[in-house]
């Protein structure tokens, strides 16, 4: 049986654990299966979270430095792309790279706006930035 499928009982097993009556039996087969695994799990979610933290860090410095030193847009596009995109926020990305291309196209563009807005109202760390970015911008 391979790790990923040992993974997924385990977190199954111990995930229903509280429905199960024999719960003791399920941390043991869990903690059984676990055993030579639990540093990787421990290690693979720090390192989730060290990249999602990078990225909000490098997005909001990508925005600033627009901001402040005013690139063009396509400066603006090729940054974004360059960064490390964490799964959870590849939606929002995609929103922003598509805004920024559409704004290098149209600058007045109301849907490059309106995907601005909802990555604002979605994103409350990036409130700041997107909002003077739409100000400046608009």
Do not use: C
């Not at 760390?125 to 909002?131: E, F, M, Q, Y």
């Amino acid at each position: 049986m391979n790790i990923g499928r040992i993974l997924f009982l385990a977190l199954f097993l111990f995930s229903t654990s509280s429905v199960l009556a024999g719960a003791s039996l399920v941390e043991k087969i869990y903690n059984e299966a676990m055993a030579g695994t639990v540093l990787t799990v421990d290690g693979d979610a720090r390192q989730r979270l060290r990249l999602r933290d990078d990225y909000r860090r490098e997005l909001l410095e990508v925005f600033g430095e627009f901001n402040e030193n005013g690139l063009s847009y396509q400066q603006l596009e090729e940054k974004l792309l360059a960064l490390s995109v964490p799964a959870d926020f590849k939606d929002l990305h995609l929103n922003l790279v598509a805004a920024v291309a559409e704004l290098e196209k149209d600058p007045q563009e109301a849907e490059s706006k309106d995907r601005l807005e909802r990555a604002k109202n979605n994103y409350a760390w990036l409130t700041g930035v997107l909002t003077l970015f739409i100000t400046n911008n608009f």
